[in-house]
């Protein structure tokens, strides 16, 4: 029972003078989760990205061939020849590594070129890069926000947000995930306390555990009514979105604003670990200066940077228009299959399906039981999702088959048979992924 409650959110109080005083209780804890087979994290592939791959168990010493849901490839184009060739290509020509910061020697023509791409497809004055995505949005809010500002951010925004706005000021407050009406109200009274400082409004163009957009409009409205700065984080559907690659962004015109800035990473779509900062050129010398983890960090490689640009030139052309629309199919397909068999999906039809898994103890085995049964997704637990819920995150790529998809949606049925079967013996109580 106890392998099938708590998470590791429960260990963060820890003390102690030794190393074994303070971070025991979470090893054992994970301990026993691995003992019953219910960890599911830290899982390692040992095959390239692709619709099937072959997983390494964390409790077991074998390993599963498994349909693919896990990886964040929604375009497919990590599996891409031409890809693979660009990164080959570049290496010849400028090596493996920047070699510094980009603040020092560390960037080169490739990077410059890079980002003057984002920039240009981005309709932005100036972009510059990071090393990843968390990096890019941690050092966004730690470089451009004072310790006088006020941050106004979504509840649901991710970590690497979260931890920058609380690094950056005591000023933080979060209002209800795309309630607009909240948004109002804390923007309100944070401009009636401070008419002299920023105030920043931070948000995400799809939020990875929900699937979900806010009214981008609106925010934009709230931000003019109220003299604020926007930061958009578009990590998940900047490529992979709407009918140009642009995502939610495609329903404004920001190509005029001076007070919003976008955030991006190439993660999702674009086959390489990287992030990204666009907007006015005034920005440029602040994050040079004030973005700990832009200044004081090597810049991304030559193989990455050739990788995205290679990437980019996909995305936005003819050839990556198909892909949107492929990839579409496929999750509108999915979706429908997972409906048919009974489970509730969440949010709007994107490259994340979140698919409610019930409470922790049927959806931890459940976990176990699909990577037995051959299917690689992910779980989301507390505190991604409120206490004692859980998600199963499918992760969809373009290349996805329709039969792949159909069996997926049987392993997940036939997992959870298993597991309210193992629980019922058990004599646990849980709470039904299924409605009645």
């Avoid at 692709?50 to 990886?71: H, K, L």
């Avoid at 925004?157 to 804390?186: I, P, Q, W, Y």
């Avoid at 409009?217 to 003019?224: A, F």
């Avoid at 086959?271 to 200066?289: D, K, S, Y």
């Amino acid at each position: 029972m106890d392998a099938l409650l708590g998470s590791p959110y429960a260990f963060r109080n820890f003390k102690g003078k030794t190393l074994t005083e303070r971070f025991k209780p979470i090893s054992d804890w994970v301990d026993l989760r691995t003992l019953n087979g219910v960890l599911p994290f830290s899982r390692t592939l040992l095959t390239p990205i692709a619709n099937t791959v072959r997983v390494t168990n964390t409790w077991a010493d074998e390993n599963t061939d498994c349909i693919n849901f896990g990886s964040q490839d929604y375009l497919g184009l990590s599996q891409d020849p031409s890809v693979a060739q660009a990164a080959k290509d570049v290496i010849d020509q400028f090596g493996v590594h920047s070699g510094g910061s980009p603040v020092l020697s560390g960037r080169n023509v490739i990077s410059a070129k890079l980002e003057k791409k984002i920039a240009k497809t981005l309709n932005q004055e100036q972009a510059l890069l990071f090393t990843n995505g968390w990096m890019a949005c941690f050092g966004t809010v730690a470089g451009l926000v004072s310790h006088r500002d006020t941050i106004v951010m979504d509840a649901l925004c991710h970590n690497s947000l979260d931890v920058g706005a609380r690094f950056a000021t005591e000023k933080v407050f979060k209002f209800k995930h795309n309630d607009m009406e909240n948004l109002e109200s804390k923007l309100r009274v944070s401009r009636e306390k401070d008419n002299e400082n920023a105030i920043f409004i931070i948000a995400e163009t799809l939020y990875s555990m929900n699937s979900d957009s806010p009214d981008l409009n609106r925010i934009l409205e709230l931000s003019d009514e109220y003299e604020a700065i926007v930061i958009l984080d578009m990590a998940h559907d900047f490529g992979s979105g709407g009918r140009k690659g642009l995502g939610l962004l495609e329903t404004v015109d920001i190509s005029k604003r001076k007070n919003v800035l976008i955030i991006g990473t190439f993660s999702k779509n674009f086959a390489t670990t990287g992030g990204f900062l666009a907007g006015p050129g005034v920005i440029r010398h602040q994050i040079e200066g004030y973005a700990p983890t832009f200044t004081f960090t090597n810049n991304i490689t030559p193989i990455q940077c050739a990788i995205a640009s290679r990437c980019f030139d996909i995305i936005f052309s003819e050839e990556g228009a198909k892909l949107r629309e492929q990839l579409l199919k496929r999750v509108n397909f999915a979706i429908r299959e997972f409906n048919r068999r009974g489970f509730l999906t969440l949010g709007s039809p994107s490259a994340i399906i979140p698919v409610v898994a019930g409470d922790s103890k049927l959806a931890r085995i459940m976990s176990r039981e699909m990577q037995i049964l051959g299917l690689n997704t992910n779980i989301v637990e507390f505190p991604a999702v409120p206490r004692d819920q859980s998600l199963f995150r499918f992760q969809m790529m373009a290349t996805m088959t329709e039969d792949l998809i159909v069996q997926a949606a049987d392993i997940l049925q036939e997992s959870l048979r298993i597991a309210q079967e193992v629980l019922l013996q058990s004599h646990i109580e849980s709470t039904s992924v299924v409605p009645e």
